[in-house]
């Protein structure tokens, strides 16, 4: 399987502290993103990440990518309790045809 | 408009009955998927139809069967489910070849939830 691996699985933070997420695959990647789930409802994205950017930014949330360690990561700083959800990693095959996604890691931010 | 519409947002149906579930988008994108979700883990590619054909099937059960009639609708039509089918069904829609998801995001419905009684 090439299925990339989410950790943690789940976490669970006060409102104001910050979150780590990690992803790591196993594939030579194009680009990595991250979508975000609310409880039963669709995937929305929040950022991609191409193979050769370190880092990015939008608003609150920061990517890493290592394409060394075939690793990234995404940081929301100063959570809230409305980013509750999953948040997954995802990466295209190398045709582009496909997404591979990671487990998700379930976030409670706690009011 | 980046809005991926499915419809019915939930279906109840018996192992006997046919049903589909709908998808539109229209924002050009000519990529367009269907992926079925169960709780607590991530989405499952079941197909991907590029510039209207059907070019990825992930050996998908024949109970399933998708159709796209146009580059903006997409279907899933179902019949003699198993109550195991039931989860939620997501429909996703991207840029078309040739770099499709190498250069941008999909953007995903807000899924069917279809339970199988």
């Known amino acids: 399987s090439q299925q990339g691996e989410e950790d943690p699985q789940a976490l669970s933070i006060q409102e104001g502290e910050n979150a780590t997420m990690n992803c790591s695959y196993k594939t030579s990647i194009n680009n990595l993103q991250w979508y975000r789930q609310n409880s039963g409802r669709g995937l929305v994205h929040l950022i991609l990440i191409r193979s050769n950017e370190r880092e990015k930014h939008s608003g609150r949330l920061r990517v890493t990518l290592d394409t060394s360690k075939k690793s990234s990561s995404l940081l929301i700083t100063a959570s809230r309790a409305a980013d509750t959800a999953s948040y997954f990693c995802a990466y295209p095959e190398t045709s582009g045809s496909r997404l591979t996604f990671g487990e998700g890691t379930q976030l409670t931010v706690n009011p | 408009d980046t809005e991926v519409t499915q419809t019915p947002k939930h279906l109840v149906m018996g192992m006997t009955n046919k049903k589909s579930l709908k998808c539109e988008q229209h924002?050009?994108?000519?990529?367009m998927y269907w992926y079925k979700q169960k709780a607590k883990k991530p989405p499952e590619l079941m197909f991907v139809y590029s510039y209207e054909k059907l070019s990825i099937n992930e050996s998908v059960p024949s109970r399933f069967s998708p159709e796209c009639p146009n580059s903006s609708l997409l279907n899933l039509h179902l019949h003699a489910l198993q109550p195991e089918d039931s989860a939620l069904y997501l429909c996703?829609?991207?840029?078309?070849?040739?770099?499709?998801?190498?250069?941008?995001?999909?953007?995903f419905g807000q899924g069917t939830r279809l339970t199988v009684v």
């Open positions: 924002m050009g994108h000519r990529a």
């Open positions: 996703a829609s991207s840029q078309g070849r040739p770099r499709g998801l190498l250069n941008t995001e999909a953007f």
